[in-house]
Each structure stands twice: as structure tokens, then as C-alpha cells.
């Protein structure tokens, strides 16, 4: 039900002087609830891509230890 359909007056539905920097106050934090919540999923997004990146590579583009060769000097 809305308040100002009763006929309420003004002052009893809650409009206080500082209604406009309250609003504006709202607003503000609403803004950077959405900046930070789009700066988290940005960051979640590019870790899981890396890690999926990573995972989905080829393991033969990785040199295996045993095709490595060591250079073990003669005993004088």
C-alpha cells in the first residue's frame, strides 16, 4: 500500500529536509557496490580463464625431464 494513497501528510512517510543528500549518499554507494562487485567478477573471470588456459595446454608443449641432457664432467 502506498502511503501517500491513505493522504498522509509529508512529514509522515518519512521525506526529511535532507532528503536529496540522502538519496544522493544512496546512490553514491549503490555506485560502488556495482564498481567493486564489477572489479571482483572482472578478476574471477581472468583467473578462471588463465587457469582453463592452463589446464587445456597441450603436455607435449612441456619439455619432459628425461629428454633434457646433462652435462656431467669425466672424473680426472
Do not use: N, W
Amino acid at each position: 500500500m502506498d502511503i501517500l494513497a491513505l493522504g498522509l501528510p509529508g512529514e509522515v512517510h518519512g521525506e526529511a529536509p535532507q532528503g536529496q543528500s540522502t538519496k544522493r549518499l544512496r546512490r553514491t554507494k549503490l555506485v560502488a557496490a556495482f564498481a567493486v562487485t564489477a572489479l571482483v567478477g572482472m578478476g574471477s573471470y581472468t583467473a578462471t580463464y588463465r587457469a582453463l588456459e592452463v589446464i587445456s595446454t597441450p603436455s607435449s608443449t612441456v619439455p619432459s625431464p628425461s629428454t633434457a641432457t646433462t652435462t656431467i664432467p669425466a672424473p680426472s
